[in-house]
C-alpha cells in the first residue's frame, strides 16, 4: 500500500468509472420506477430467477449482491407484501430463512425487462464494438474478483460456529 497520490491516469480511470456507474444507475432507477422496483429489488429478484428453483437462503442473497443482512430483510419484506416472493424456513438450516420468487415476481420482472435492457444497451453496450465490450468485461471481471478476494463484511459468505464450539 502507497499514501501516493493517484497520478492523472489514475484519477482520470476512476472518476470515469464513478461518473458512468452513476449516469446508469440513474436512468436504470427511473426505468425500474416504473415497475415499481428499485434497483436494489430488481437485483434481488433477478438473482432469485437465476437460482436453482427460484430460490435462495437470505444470507447467500446478501452476500452475492453485497448487502446488509438488515437491508436485504427490510427489502424482502417489501416485494413479500408485494407478492413477490415468499419467505420460509430454510429446509436445510433452521436458522436461516429461504427467499423464494412468486409467479407474480417472475412476471414482474419479465414486464420489466426490456425496458431495462434498453436502457443498458443504449447508454452502456451501444458505444463500444465488440472488442471493446469484451475487454471492458474482461477488466472489470479482473477488478471485481480482486474486490471479492477480500470482500466488505456485507459480501463475505457467512461462517458457521459449530454445535460444540
Not at 446488509?68 to 427489502?75: A, K, V
Request: glycine content about 6%.
Amino acid at each position: 500500500m502507497t499514501d501516493a497520490p493517484l497520478d492523472p491516469t489514475e484519477l482520470g480511470a476512476y472518476f470515469a468509472l464513478v461518473e458512468v456507474s452513476s449516469l446508469l444507475q440513474h436512468s436504470v432507477e427511473q426505468q425500474l420506477r416504473t415497475a415499481g422496483l428499485t434497483s436494489v429489488q430488481f437485483k434481488m429478484l433477478m438473482t432469485l430467477l437465476e437460482a436453482p428453483g427460484g430460490q435462495l437462503r437470505m444470507t447467500d442473497l446478501a452476500d452475492t449482491l453485497v448487502l446488509s443482512r438488515s437491508g436485504l430483510t427490510y427489502q424482502a419484506g417489501l416485494l413479500e407484501n408485494a407478492g413477490l416472493i415468499t419467505r420460509s424456513p430454510s429446509p436445510d438450516d433452521d436458522r436461516s430463512t429461504t427467499l423464494a420468487l412468486t409467479a407474480a415476481g417472475r412476471e414482474r420482472i419479465f414486464a420489466v425487462l426490456p425496458g431495462h435492457v434498453d436502457v443498458v444497451r443504449r447508454l452502456l453496450l451501444d458505444p463500444l464494438d465488440r472488442t471493446q465490450l469484451d475487454a471492458l468485461g474482461a477488466l472489470l471481471t479482473r477488478v471485481r474478483d480482486h474486490m471479492r478476494a477480500a470482500p466488505p463484511r456485507s459480501a463475505a459468505p457467512r461462517t458457521r460456529k459449530r454445535a460444540d464450539q
